[in-house]
């Protein structure tokens, strides 16, 4: 089934790494659980028993040897397992999914930056998600050496591939962005977490269903 055709409404945060993702996607999460929404947040890679060693693998095993094909193909898996099990049921029950990421980040990082044909990514993807697409994708985009610069950790695997492959990381967001423009946001991050927060809350308010009040019952 495609996500039209379930009650639920499923929302995605994209984006570079640095670019507060993570951070927008809980407090997006927190703030619809406020409402009394039934929230579902999720990541991927991950989310899964499989998804997380599939993301342990790709992003921390530098000592494990993995092709650019191969690569690409365990994101695909990871996602393939999140949607199964994840996403699908928790839209049928007519949750709101947020996913710290989907699709358009394989597109992104293994195609446009890192040189894989994107349409054939694309078919591998619809087929690897069924048909499943998030209702709005929003991209938190900025300059990725400023994006970068805020991350504290320690960079991952895919961090440390240099600035050149993220700002190719970055125009492939945006370029997705603007041919599926009916599906895609983009929204400035390079502002404060309220800032961002609240241009989020802006794109997602008018998807969503009014929320049940108690007197309304069910
Ligand atoms: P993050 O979600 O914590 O930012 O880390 C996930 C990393 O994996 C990030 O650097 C982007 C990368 N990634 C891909 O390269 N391809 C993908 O399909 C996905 C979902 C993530």
Redesign the pocket.
């Known amino acids: 089934m495609a996500t039209q055709d379930y009650p639920g409404i499923f929302i995605c945060l994209e984006g570079g790494?640095g670019t507060g993702?993570?951070t927008q996607a809980e407090r997006l999460a927190n703030r619809l659980r406020e409402e009394g929404r039934h929230v579902v947040l999720c990541?991927?890679?991950g989310g899964t028993a499989l998804g997380e060693e599939i993301?342990a693998i790709?992003?921390h095993r530098r000592e494990i040897a993995v092709c650019a094909t191969a690569?690409m193909l365990l994101?695909m898996a990871a996602?393939a397992q999140l949607t199964e099990e994840v996403i699908r049921p928790a839209l049928a029950d007519g949750g709101i999914v947020v996913s710290?990421?989907?699709?358009t980040?394989?597109l992104a990082?293994?195609g446009y930056a890192g040189g894989l044909d994107v349409e054939k990514l694309r078919q591998v993807g619809l087929l690897a998600v069924g048909g499943l697409l998030p209702n709005i994708s929003i991209v938190l985009d900025m300059p990725a050496r400023e994006a970068v610069a805020r991350i504290e950790r320690g960079l991952?695997r895919?961090?440390s591939r240099g600035i050149e492959y993220l700002e190719r990381v970055r125009d492939g967001f945006l370029q997705e962005a603007c041919r599926f423009a009916d599906r895609f946001t983009v929204v400035r991050a390079d502002r404060t977490p309220d800032e961002v927060h609240e241009a989020v809350m802006r794109i997602v308010r008018p998807l969503l269903p009014s929320p049940r009040t108690p007197s309304q019952g069910g």
């Open positions: 790494d993702k993570t990541r991927d890679p993301r790709l992003l690569e994101y996602r710290d990421r989907f699709l980040s394989n990082y293994q991952d895919l961090e």
